[in-house]
């Protein structure tokens, strides 16, 4: 039988450190984080329709963004076919309101996790494909998905349908908000698709946060850093990557069940956009920082104004987001954010991990600072 040493060197060398990730920056952002969820839950007080409606855009694009970073920027699995799963939370949600006749909160949720469901047999068929096969393939798979929904007629085949007033403007949660701050239904549907979106992005990030912290987020750090290295420590990397392929799945799902929900209507063009569901997100990311958890949230709020700005423009805004998104990898190849991160050592979702002394560790004094050594097993980029 094996037994632990208790050698006091071995033991006194060990107690002297402990495992950090928390800084006096993210202690500091998660406050401020905390006060602007609460702020912004309580806008619908005074803010305008359109206010309140460009915000919802604003969040749902904010989880989709957050999404494909943790697949391509964490897992390297670079998709461009993430509109798959918009689209098909969105019919999820039209059928299960329509044919089951259930409440569009747990439609959203349930929606979610069919789409997890069905990326099962769908990633066996993907990661058998590499590196650009892998994203031509995803696209493919989004449009077989599109192709496949505009045959059914009982949804609205290819020109779509819309959903009738007992599911939108009638239903229980938004009854609920229309009572409680005495406003119309069609404000109330708003309010209440804007606080779903504004939970949901806020999940979203704390979720994907509270992964890149544990195991399974060592794990994958090391699969993307050097997947060959990780193999040969026993990372089972298929199986970390199916689960985040389903994670992401089942999130992009529901987002696309609360937009089309918030639309109340639906069309497969619409659904399965690659344009305004995959390219706008993939911009967001890369202009924010793909790898980090702030890069989308700075990419979302940059291309928001850019929208709003330049939305008018018509043909000629397209030719300059893709200028803009040129000229920010030329000049600032980790993104906008990635590249302050990295020049200012700033982490407001740290997920580095540090090994720091312990005060009164040492015989000849107590330690003042953090050690200079780092957790192999940490994510050190």
């Known amino acids: 039988m094996s037994t632990v040493s208790t050698h ?4 006194s060398s060990t107690a002297r450190y402990l495992v950090r990730t928390r800084t006096r920056l993210s202690a500091v952002a998660g406050g401020a ?26 969040f749902t694009m904010l989880a989709l963004a957050q999404c494909w970073n943790l697949l391509a920027g964490f897992a390297g699995l670079v998709s461009v076919g993430q509109q798959a799963y918009v689209g098909l939370g969105a019919y999820l949600l039209f059928a299960l309101c329509l044919w089951v006749g259930l409440s ?3 439609a959203i949720p349930l929606a979610g996790l069919l789409c997890a469901v069905i990326a099962v047999p769908s990633a066996f068929i993907v990661f058998r494909l590499r590196g650009p096969y892998f994203a031509i393939g995803t696209w493919v798979l989004a449009e077989v998905f599109r192709l496949l929904l505009a045959q059914l007629r009982s949804l609205g085949g290819g020109t779509g349908m819309s959903l009738p007033r ?22 109330a549907r708003d309010i209440a698709s804007y606080w779903l979106a504004l939970g949901l992005a806020v999940l979203t990030i704390l979720l994907i946060y509270r992964l890149l912290r544990s195991r399974p987020g060592l794990a994958l750090a090391a699969i993307r850093d050097n997947q060959g290295a990780a193999l040969s420590v026993g990372v089972d990397a298929f199986r970390i990557k199916l689960w985040v392929y389903l994670a992401v799945a089942f999130v992009t799902g529901m987002t696309g069940a609360l937009v089309y929900l918030q639309k109340a209507r639906i069309s497969p063009d619409a659904a399965f956009s690659v344009l305004d569901w995959t390219a706008n997100v993939l911009f967001i990311v890369v202009i924010g920082g793909i790898g980090t958890i702030e890069g989308p949230i700075v990419g979302v709020i940059i291309f928001y104004l850019l929208q709003s700005q330049l939305a008018g423009l018509g043909s000629w805004y397209l030719l300059l987001l893709g200028l803009i998104a040129i000229a920010v990898m030329r000049l600032f190849p980790a993104g906008l954010w990635g590249s302050l991160a ?14 720091v002394l312990r005060v009164g560790s040492l015989e000849n004094g107590p ?15």
């Not at 599911?167 to 409680?180: Q, S």
């Not at 330690?367 to 940490?378: L, R």
């Open 104 to 106: 569009p909160l747990l």
């Open 367 to 381: 330690a003042t600072g953090p050690s200079s050594h780092k957790n192999p097993g940490g994510n050190d980029d």
């Open 8 to 11: 006091p060197s071995a033991q």
């Open 166 to 187: 007992e599911v939108t403007n009638e239903a229980g949660f938004v009854a609920w908000t229309a009572e409680l701050l005495h406003v119309r239904a069609p404000v």
């Open 33 to 58: 984080g905390l006060l602007a969820v609460l702020v912004l839950a309580l806008l619908p007080l005074t803010a305008s329709r359109g206010l309140l409606q460009d915000l919802f855009y604003l």
């Open 342 to 355: 990295g020049r200012f050592d700033l982490h407001l979702f740290p997920i580095r991990r540090q090994l």
